[in-house]
């Protein structure tokens, strides 16, 4: 059996949407640690107005409320775009899936397999660092579609899947999406899902892809 050896290559990354992927991830971020200073700031003031025992309830509480896993994310979207169809096909199975710009976008490093690419993320200042892993699918129907799909794992733990049906028709290629969380997160996630639907149909725009129709749900 003959293995292919990984790649670690550099990537080209679209300018403009490496600059959309990092302003989401700036932002994200940002309202991340506000949460963290609001909860911590809520513990303080409920110990300086009772006492210890009550801050820890409250403190447990909302450990709890905020780790459930209550998200399941979900959605579709349908895109166009002036390239033919095998292109598309090739942009969405190469190493920088349009769909997927902020998860390469922040990557530290990129390595390729034939049928996999691995995206590198280091965070907390380079304390935690996490591998995200896209295995790629391609279905070619009788009726000329072609039918993409990505599947996601996050340090060998299943993530998301993305499923991309592309045609042509009047001289224009369509791109039918849809994708699913493959777990459930908990609403310390709110804020990667807030600006992922803000910054999402800029990072696609920055492409070359235009957004026709778009549709999404937390699945609470």
Do not use: C
């Not at 609001?38 to 820890?56: E, F, I, N, R």
């Amino acid at each position: 059996m003959i293995f292919s050896m990984p790649s670690t290559t550099n990537i080209d990354r679209p300018e403009e949407a490496l600059a959309v992927a990092n302003r989401y991830h700036r932002r994200e971020r940002t309202l991340t640690v506000v949460v963290a200073v609001v909860a911590v700031s809520l513990y303080l003031g409920v110990y300086y107005v009772t006492s210890l025992l009550p801050a820890v309830v409250t403190a447990v509480v909302l450990l709890v409320t905020v780790r459930a896993p209550l998200l399941q994310p979900r959605g579709t979207y349908r895109l166009k775009s002036d390239d033919d169809p095998e292109a598309v096909v090739d942009a969405f199975t190469g190493p920088t899936p349009p769909v997927l710009a902020f998860n390469w976008g922040i990557a530290d490093e990129i390595t390729t397999r034939e049928e996999e690419v691995t995206y590198h993320v280091s965070y907390l200042l380079g304390l935690r660092s996490a591998e995200m892993d896209v295995q790629r699918e391609i279905d070619h129907t009788q009726n000329g579609r072609h039918r993409v799909t990505l599947e996601i794992t996050a340090n060998d733990k299943p993530w998301a899947t993305y499923t991309a049906t592309i045609s042509q028709k009047d001289g224009e290629t369509s791109i039918d999406v849809e994708y699913i969380s493959n777990q459930r997160f908990g609403l310390q996630h709110v804020p990667n899902q807030f600006f992922g639907e803000r910054y999402r149909e800029d990072a696609l725009t920055a492409q070359g892809y235009t957004v026709l129709e778009r549709e999404s749900h937390f699945g609470i």
